[in-house]
């Protein structure tokens, strides 16, 4: 008796759950959006071409639709900016330079390029070595979004 009133229970909350959340809910959510000019943050700790090229398109997509851009290759993220490796990431190198032409700003973690020795000779035009204070400076932004991958 006990388990059928449970279940009962349960299935009438399933119900009236779906009728809120497809009846009402949609009129009470409010969805958060980004203002028209909120500066993007992309952390990039990536050497995988995939999701190298996810990262960097999202971010030319934003940038195009009007909010700065400041890509952080961080971790394994710095071989996709060196000359180095132009060949195994030459879509992704090519993104990074039509995005530094628009006028985003891209670094490159110093730590990270001492632990796998990446040479600052061998960044590409425009990347720029990171410190503390740049990326906190675009990091704590006000109203700056982040995403990573």
Avoid at 48 to 71: C, E, I, W, Y
């Amino acid at each position: 008796m006990k388990s059928s009133q449970h279940l009962i229970s349960v299935l009438l909350l399933v119900v009236l759950s779906s009728l809120l959340l497809g009846c009402v809910a949609p009129a009470l959510v409010v969805t958060p959006t980004a203002g028209g000019a909120d500066p993007l943050f992309i952390n990039m700790t990536t050497d995988d071409p995939h999701r190298a090229n996810m990262a960097l398109s999202f971010g030319m997509k934003q940038l195009d639709l009007g909010h700065p851009l400041t890509v952080f290759l961080n971790d394994k993220g710095v071989f996709v900016g060196t000359t180095v490796n132009a060949e195994q990431f030459a879509e992704q190198q090519k993104t990074i330079a039509a995005l530094l032409e628009k006028g985003a700003v891209v670094y490159s973690c110093p730590m990270c390029m001492q632990h796998y020795g990446v040479n600052e000779a061998d960044l590409l035009p425009g990347i720029l070595v990171s410190n503390p204070d740049a990326i906190g400076g675009a990091l704590f932004k006000a109203d700056t979004k982040t995403l990573t991958w």
